[in-house]
């Protein structure tokens, strides 16, 4: 009965480096959600993906960060060229289908820091 | 446009006492769902309650209870006798009536239970 899975639950890089987080969502849930959380604030939503398909890229910055989801294998966020305003939070969320109002079900997150 | 608002950005009481935690949202989605999510100094995130725009009925569950009101846009949550335990940010969080939709989240209030 595992939850949404997310490794590693910290990481540091230095700027100019590449993070890659993982997200492995609820058995069952074929919806992935990342959103990013800035200190003392909110969730941003970042993008959504199905397996194989970027569905909403909307929230995810256009340059250096790019998202997958395999047939096979966890959710991956990739950070390219980390800058330190790249620190932050980031949170995995899973939903079993895409139906309006779903609950979305959040992993423990991955809480990067730049240097 | 989606927006949630949580006035409040900290509140501190005294075990015991109730504390009420507001929510305004902005849509102009007729369905629409709102959330509240529990993070507590752990750093994951716990749903607690999900309800759709057409049902108005209040909510209680054990100590939680949830007051929702389409007239004035609000969805606030109220924990009656808190506990240390309950010491966490709430975060509030809409989802609008869309195809695979993000979520909408309110900047969060920390609440803090003194023994």
């Known amino acids: 009965n595992a939850g949404v899975m997310q490794n590693p639950r910290h990481l540091v890089r230095r700027r100019g480096q590449e993070a890659r987080l993982r997200c492995s969502p609820m058995k069952g849930h074929s919806h992935v959600y990342w959103y990013r959380q800035l200190p003392e604030e909110g969730l941003k939503f970042m993008v959504y993906?199905?397996?194989?398909?970027?569905?909403?890229e909307s929230g995810m910055p256009k340059e250096r960060f790019s998202a997958e989801f395999p047939k096979e294998g966890p959710s991956i966020l990739r950070i390219q060229q980390v800058v330190r305003g790249d620190s932050a939070a980031y949170f995995c969320?899973?939903?079993?289908?895409?139906?309006?109002?779903?609950?979305?079900?959040f992993g423990p997150g991955t809480r990067l820091l730049v240097l | 446009a989606q927006k949630v608002t949580q006035a409040q950005t900290e509140i501190s009481v005294v075990e015991k006492e109730d504390v009420t935690l507001d929510c305004v949202y902005e849509?102009?989605?007729?369905?629409?769902?709102l959330f509240w999510y529990k993070q507590p100094p752990s750093g994951e995130l716990v749903f607690l309650i999900r309800r759709n725009s057409f049902d108005e009925q209040n909510e209680i569950s054990g100590r939680y209870s949830w007051n929702f009101q389409k007239s004035t846009s609000s969805f606030n949550f109220t924990i009656t006798a808190s506990q240390v335990v309950d010491s966490a940010v709430y975060f509030c969080a809409l989802s609008p009536d869309n195809y695979g939709q993000n979520f909408v989240f309110g900047p969060g209030t920390r609440l803090s239970v003194l023994p």
């Open positions: 993906l199905q397996k194989e398909n970027i569905i909403d």
């Open positions: 849509t102009r989605d007729t369905t629409y769902y």
């Open positions: 969320a899973s939903s079993p289908v895409d139906i309006a109002g779903e609950t979305q079900y």
